[in-house]
């Protein structure tokens, strides 16, 4: 599989809430804190406080992210954008990916997240670009509808690219789509991690 096709696949499965119908998956996010010898197992530390044994299949898949701002937030990009619902019936932005133009397409419409709670991911073109007094607000449209979405200052906004093992080293933070492996460690298919300092938001 060519880099951009593994970094599709493994957006797709961040943006959808199992593999497959018969292989539900959890989300682990934190931080390396250790690396094994032979780059197969990690020692994490997730969002919550846990310790936790992350293993990488030989076949597993690899990307990062790095910062963005609001300025590349424009029509014509690919974006996958998690929010939740505000009064009004609106939604605001928990965070904005940006994809690279090789994976236009990856994981398009709308769907649950479980980023948190209500929350939302929405994968599909920037068609409109509005200034507002609660802040930007961006119209995304994919396959069968669209959906307006406000973004303000605070909202993290990130780039998409390949990766590898790599960029797996300690002090990155990463979030691991996968389960529950033999002797309980959990196991990762994909892995989302960040470079230059960046915490990956979704």
């Known amino acids: 599989?060519?880099?951009?096709?593994?970094?599709a696949a493994l957006l797709l499965a961040l943006s959808t809430p199992?593999?497959?119908?018969?292989?539900p998956s959890a989300t682990l996010r934190g931080v390396i804190e250790r690396v094994a010898p032979d780059r197969e197992s990690f020692d994490v530390?997730?969002?919550?406080?846990q310790e936790r044994t992350l293993r990488l299949p030989a076949d597993a898949k690899v990307a990062?992210?790095?910062?963005?701002?609001?300025?590349?937030?424009?029509?014509?990009?690919y974006v996958g954008v998690a929010?939740?619902?505000?009064?009004?019936?609106g939604l605001k932005a928990l965070e904005v990916h940006i994809f690279p133009a090789s994976m236009r397409g990856v994981g398009e419409g709308f769907?649950?997240?479980?980023?948190?709670?209500?929350s939302t991911m929405t994968n599909g073109d920037v068609n409109a670009r509005v200034d507002a007094v609660d802040g930007?607000?961006?119209?995304?449209?994919?396959?069968?509808?669209?959906?307006?979405?406000?973004?303000?200052?605070?909202?993290?906004?990130?780039?998409?690219?390949?990766?590898?093992?790599g960029d797996l080293m300690a002090g990155a933070a990463i979030v691991a789509?996968?389960?529950?492996?033999?002797?309980?460690?959990?196991?990762?298919?994909?892995?989302?991690?960040?470079?230059n300092g960046v915490t990956p938001p979704m």
């Open 1 to 7: 599989m060519q880099p951009p096709l593994i970094a």
């Open 18 to 23: 199992a593999w497959a119908q018969t292989a």
């Open 45 to 49: 530390k997730t969002r919550d406080g």
């Open 64 to 77: 990062r992210v790095a910062a963005a701002s609001l300025a590349d937030v424009k029509p014509g990009v």
């Open 83 to 89: 929010a939740v619902p505000v009064d009004g019936g």
């Open 111 to 118: 769907r649950p997240f479980d980023l948190a709670p209500g």
């Open 136 to 165: 930007p607000q961006i119209v995304v449209a994919y396959n069968g509808g669209q959906k307006s979405i406000t973004i303000d200052k605070s909202t993290p906004i990130v780039t998409i690219e390949p990766g590898g093992l």
């Open 177 to 195: 789509r996968g389960g529950a492996g033999a002797g309980g460690d959990y196991e990762a298919r994909n892995v989302v991690v960040g470079v």
